[in-house]
Structure formats: C-alpha cells, structure tokens
C-alpha cells in the first residue's frame, strides 16, 4: 500500500470538510448578524439614538402665522422646502419660521392641499442646506420604534419617543381626509403638526405627524410615501394661486412677532452643548459670531471642546440689556485628564446677541468651580 497516497488523500479529505464546515457556519452567520441592520461602510459607526435627535433637530423648524396658527415643519430638499401639515398654514401666502439655530426667516407657501393635510414651504435662506432623508419606498411596520420632533405649545424642538401602534387608519377631521395613517404612540399637541416621525434606527423620516386623540398618548402620521408625488410636484412648479387667497394678499407683510430675547437665548446656549456633546463640533461653531469666529480658529475651538463629554446643565442666570443677554450657566461634565476621565464643574457666561440679523454667540468666559 502506498502510504504516501493515502495520507494526501486524507489531508484533501479534511481541507474540503473544513472548508464545508466554514460555509455552513458562515451561511448561518451572515443573516443572524445583518437582519434587521442597516449595512454600514467599512469604518462606518452606527448612530445613537442622541445623535439621530440631535441630527433631525437642526433640520426642524418651528411654524407660525399671522393668523395665529403655529405648528411644526422639516426640510426637505435643497431648494429650502419645508413639508408641513396644511391647517398649519391654511388661509395665508407667507409665514415665520424659526429654526434650530436660533434664526427667523419669512418663508411663502408653495404647495397645499385643501383635501389632504399637506402642505409646502419655501424658505430661500434654507436653499443649499443639508435635508433630513425621506423613505421613499417603503412603510413602517406595527412595532417599529419611531421618534416625533416638534414644538407643542411652543416648546421648540421637543422630542418624544414611541413606536408603530397600528397602520392603516383612517379619520375625518374637516375638511381633511386622513387615509391609512400611521398610528402611534407619542402623543401629538398643538404645535406638533407638520413635524416628523423619525425611525430610531436610521434617523429618516417616515411621516409627518398631524393629529393626536385628546388627552391620550396617542398620535396619528400621514406615511410619507403616500404624499411624496404631490410634495415633490409642489417643488418643482409651486402654485401660483392658493386657495381662498387672493393675489394681493402676497403683497402684505408679516407683523414681527419674535420671542422674548431671555428666552431665544437660553435655547441658543443649550443647543450649543447639544452639538458639543455628540460631537459636532462644526455645527456648534456655526452658532458663534462673526468676531468670536475670527479670533478663535476652528482647531483651536475644537481643541477647547473636545475632552469634554457629558456636560449637563445645571443652573442658568439671565440678565438683559436692550438688545443682548448674559447667560451664565453651571455645568456638570467628564473631563479627559492625562487619559482618564474626571468630574468636573465650570461656571461659563455667554453674551448673545444679533450679529448680523442673527442671534449668536458672541463671546464668553468660564471658570472650574470647587
């Protein structure tokens, strides 16, 4: 017998039934590791939930009218289009609109429906911007855990979470037909409607949040899918009449309602550590003035921000001068020390003001407290 055959053979038979093995545990593998996940890029991080807040906010905008209607909106495209629910901007060609970042710009309706609860707004200083991410295809399923950004009884920028309760609802609350709604588990108030509902998982927007049963937890989502075709038609050739508006009613100005100074402040600080703590450090230097910007490079700010994590705020003061506030705040972080981290506390003061038509932060001084 030739010995040195045989064992060949046998060293074959086992390179194969390893490689069988492999197949059979990687085919097991593969789908138990990637259903129900996003694939990611290579170096590619997953968002957390912080994040994809913080992400949609920025993107969501605080809506009110003469009229005295006040709701929510989202952006949308490049054209700095914002999609909205129609009662919120019913009966009027031009609106306020304030955004994250502290900012209030006229936008005009380009698009609404008198059938369907949907409606448009152009915004031309939002041209050019980034938009939140729209899912064009697909529907939510009962189950899927979603998050509601708006701003009920004018708390802007408030975020609730939940999940999918029921799919395919329909309500009448005239004169608008709601068809196959989203029903959902995040309540919806005034103020709330036109904002979006967001997927937990992706950070993409799912529908836009419209009604919500009284006293109740309970809220209701038009699916973005359904609507998208007649939104996008609006973009790309905006109605020149509006219903129930005459065109001279175009010609009239907004009354300038702006919110208490102490207030639009306060925010601007508290967005600001916002930003920082999930480290987007160049939308934060973006709420800067232009002199604090031209005295502190980007790096150098960074590196100012960058070993801090954590940071709460613990106690605010305001004080007032005609046109600018001081806030001082006491805040609460982990700071990196020679590779470990240590609490800290610090007492910083913010001066804000308008720096060209736009509130910012124009400078500021901190001290460690003991």
Known sequence: MNWRAVLVFLGILLMLGGGFVTYFELKEMIPRQLKGAPLLAVGEKTK?????????QKYVVMIETDSGNQGSGFLYNDKGDLITNAHVVSGVRHVRVKTADARELVGEVIGISTEIDVAVVRVPELAGHDSLNLVKYEKASVGDEVLSIGSPLGLHNTVTTGMISGVGRSLLISPYTYNDLYQISTPISHGNSGGPLVDTTTGSVLGINSAGLENSSIGFSIPIVNVLPLIEGWSLEPMTMLPGI???DGEQTLVEDKQPLDQMASYL????????????????????GVDWQESTSYVKFRDSLIHLRNISIDDEHISLTDDEAMVTVVIS??????GSYKFVKQQITFRVGYDDDQLKLLNSKSKYLQ
Not at 269 to 288: E, P, Q, R, S, W
Not at 333 to 338: L, M, S
Request: charged content about 25%; overall charge negative.
């Open 333 to 338: 972080a982990d700071e990196r020390v020679d």
């Open 269 to 288: 600080v508290k967005h600001f550590y916002d930003a920082i703590n999930i480290g987007d450090y160049v939308y934060a230097y973006t709420l800067l």
């Open 246 to 248: 005459s065109l001279t």
């Open 48 to 56: 957390s939930l912080k994040d994809i807040i913080f992400e949609t």
